[in-house]
T-cell receptor
């Protein structure tokens, strides 16, 4: 089945630790995205990548880092510099990097719930 | 950037009832989409609707781009419709598929 997988489903982090969230897609999509969702809130863009070996900061990139070494993988590292990392993290992808007027729809993974202890 | 406002923030319906969810935008929109997030967090794309009207089963959506709003209609609601509904758009200067999401309408359908 084609789709997006995220792991782990639940993650617990101690203060001062870096953690990496996995996102893999087998849809052959060029573009991938990381969002953060806080309780009762909408989604906010952390980072996005329109093509392999390229990525850009979103609206709330501070304290996060990403890499895009393979088309199908876009891992997100939550560093100790992120002061309030407890949230639900969603990965998404689109067929192309998209430009203004793009008709691409976004497909989402099941999410990772990160809790800082 | 573009501001996205959704109303109502919360909605409780009895099974079988109809509802209308609204999305207002602060600027002209591109790539307007509606999503449903189920109680387990999974987001599913419902519609890509930059203008006009589309229907998919009991759901339909209308976007009036010139007036900067979109509506999502749910008819004969079922308990499986519960969850949060988000609209999102690129905005007039958007590049990539860098969507701005609203804060959502939380729908609860009861028996």
């Amino acid at each position: 089945d084609g789709g997006i997988t995220q792991s782990p489903k639940y993650l617990f982090r101690k203060e001062g630790q870096n953690v990496t969230l996995s996102c893999e897609q087998n849809l052959n999509h060029d573009a991938m995205y990381w969002y953060r969702q806080d309780p009762g809130q909408g989604l906010r863009l952390i980072y996005y990548s329109q093509i392999v070996n390229d990525f850009q900061k979103g609206d709330i990139a501070e304290g996060y880092s990403v890499s895009r070494e393979k088309k199908e993988s876009f891992p997100l590292t939550v560093t100790s510099a992120q002061k309030n990392p407890t949230a639900f993290y969603l990965c998404a992808s689109t067929l192309t990097g998209g430009w203004r007027g793009s008709t691409d729809t976004q497909y989402f993974g099941p999410g990772t719930r990160l809790t800082v202890l | 950037g573009i501001q996205v406002e959704q109303s109502p923030p919360d909605l409780i319906l009895q099974e079988g009832a109809n509802s209308t969810l609204r999305c207002n935008f602060s600027d002209s929109v591109n790539n307007l989409q509606w999503f449903h997030q189920n109680p387990w967090g999974q987001l599913i794309n419902l519609f890509y609707i930059p203008s006009g009207t589309k229907q998919n089963g009991r759901l339909s959506a209308t976007t009036v781009a010139t007036e900067r709003y979109s509506l999502l209609y749910i008819s004969s609601s079922q308990t499986t419709d519960s969850g949060v509904y988000f609209c999102a758009s690129l905005g007039p200067t958007g590049t990539a598929s860098k969507l701005t999401f609203g804060t959502g309408t939380r729908l609860q359908v009861t028996l």
